[in-house]
């Protein structure tokens, strides 16, 4: 009977024990846990602090490569960070945004610590640019946030909040100060993704060192008089879900001056187009993977913050998953070509929407109901043309949904010229409408 007893006893022991031991691997598992560090810190970093050059006194090696983002301007095929520009690198985007800021200045982005320099330089920002556009360009933002609230800092013009910015993107945009965690400190985000009731302080790190970049790499709007940064997410994250909730909520950016079509423009939408299924989201690959991949020096191993395109650094960046690093290197490069030359396919059927509808428009007698469809589908087929133009990876991040995306743009495209046609009782004069 003791021996029974005890044997109980021990088996429930051994239940409970393991029972804790699940509990706290799933635990660990659902939930960064703050990292151990060999050397103590050199000094404290107050919360929110926005300047990177303190967090480095601790963290030399991530700050280091940090810094080399202010000048790594090189450039790859489609991309890089070298500042072309793009306008002129392909000139049907000047008719593509004719009458929106982007036909004037359409640069490709340089490195992080460049990001508020180059906002305050660009063309597009003028007497009404709202604090809104600072949201993603500057580390003194957490602090702001905290200090002035969300409506306040996207209210305040532009040039009143230049003075407050005295730090460009950097430690405090990503990290807890204190723990090291990877945290969503932009608030339109969070907003954001407790409405689709995700709980972000569940997720692992490895889930978070993709979530973090959705601070700033997603796609979004200025809401009502106050330009609330505001990430089109109510629906879900696709294009279609994304381009709903635009109808939904009534909202353009600008009326094309050629064609009439109330306008989107796409912003870069990384976040939502790469964890829209792709192959190596699927497979728990983050960002900061192969945009960040671990670096030793010494014993010593950190994630490299010279945040940049894998291509300029595929060794370390692909080389931790493949063997093969020039076979996928050469796949990358045919998974972009053929991006880009449908994408070219694409900006040619747009351009000839844009003409025929406007063409349409100076006919007499013209149907303003079938012209008011062809608008719409012109509106349809460009965000989703753009949706893919702007998001930084050609292609690559998600190669089926991107021929997805922008075979629908062409047809949509294709449908918006022809119901210019029928408006315009068939035929429409493309030349005397150019003149």
């Not at 949904?401 to 629908?408: H, V």
Request: charged share 20%; aromatic share 8%.
């Amino acid at each position: 009977m003791k021996n029974k007893l005890s044997s109980t006893v021990i088996l429930t022991g051994i239940i409970l024990l393991l029972a804790a031991t699940l509990v706290a691997t799933f635990a660990y598992l659902g939930n960064q846990k703050p990292q151990t560090r060999g050397i103590a810190p050199l000094i404290d970093i107050a919360a929110l602090e926005p300047d990177s050059s303190l967090w480095g006194q601790n963290f030399p090696n991530q700050y280091s490569t940090y810094l080399q983002t202010l000048t790594n301007n090189a450039r790859t095929n489609y991309g890089g960070s070298e500042p072309f520009s793009k306008l002129e690198a392909d000139p049907r985007l000047v008719q593509l945004f004719a009458g929106y800021g982007f036909s004037k200045d359409y640069n490709e982005e340089r490195g992080h610590a460049n990001a508020l320099t180059d906002v305050q330089a660009t063309l597009r920002v003028n007497e009404k640019t709202p604090g809104t556009c600072y949201s993603c360009k500057a580390a003194t933002n957490p602090k702001l946030w905290n200090e002035m609230g969300l409506e306040t800092f996207d209210s305040t013009p532009f040039a009143d909040m230049t003075q407050h910015m005295t730090d460009p993107i950097g430690c405090a945009n990503c990290h807890d100060a204190e723990t090291m965690e990877l945290v969503v400190t932009n608030p339109s985000l969070d907003i954001a993704l407790k409405a689709q009731g995700i709980d972000w302080t569940t997720l692992s790190r490895q889930e978070m060192r993709t979530l973090v970049c959705a601070n700033c790499h997603v796609e979004y709007y200025f809401a009502g008089d106050q330009k609330i940064l505001t990430f089109p997410w109510t629906g879900g994250t696709t294009i279609e879900a994304i381009s709903q909730y635009y109808i939904d909520v009534g909202f353009k950016d600008w009326d094309h001056p050629e064609s009439g079509a109330p306008m989107i423009k796409m912003q870069h939408p990384e976040y939502e187009f790469y964890t829209a299924d792709s192959t190596h989201f699927n497979a728990g690959v983050a960002c900061a993977d192969c945009h960040m991949p671990y670096t030793r020096d010494g014993s010593a191993k950190f994630s490299n913050h010279n945040v940049q395109s894998p291509l300029l650094n595929a060794q370390a960046a692909c080389g931790a998953c493949h063997t093969d690093v020039d076979y996928v290197v050469d796949r990358v490069n045919i998974i972009q070509d053929t991006v880009w030359a449908t994408m070219e396919t694409t900006e040619d059927a747009l351009v000839a929407a844009i003409d025929t509808i406007e063409a349409a428009a100076a006919t007499p007698g013209v149907d303003e109901t079938l012209l008011a469809e062809a608008r719409d589908f012109h509106r349809e087929a460009q965000l989703r043309w753009d949706f893919i133009a702007a998001e930084n990876s050609m292609g690559f991040h998600n190669p089926e949904e991107a021929l997805r995306i922008l075979a629908d743009a062409i047809n949509l495209a294709y449908q918006g010229q022809l119901k210019a046609l029928e408006a315009a009782g068939g035929t429409v004069d493309i030349q005397t409408s150019q003149q």
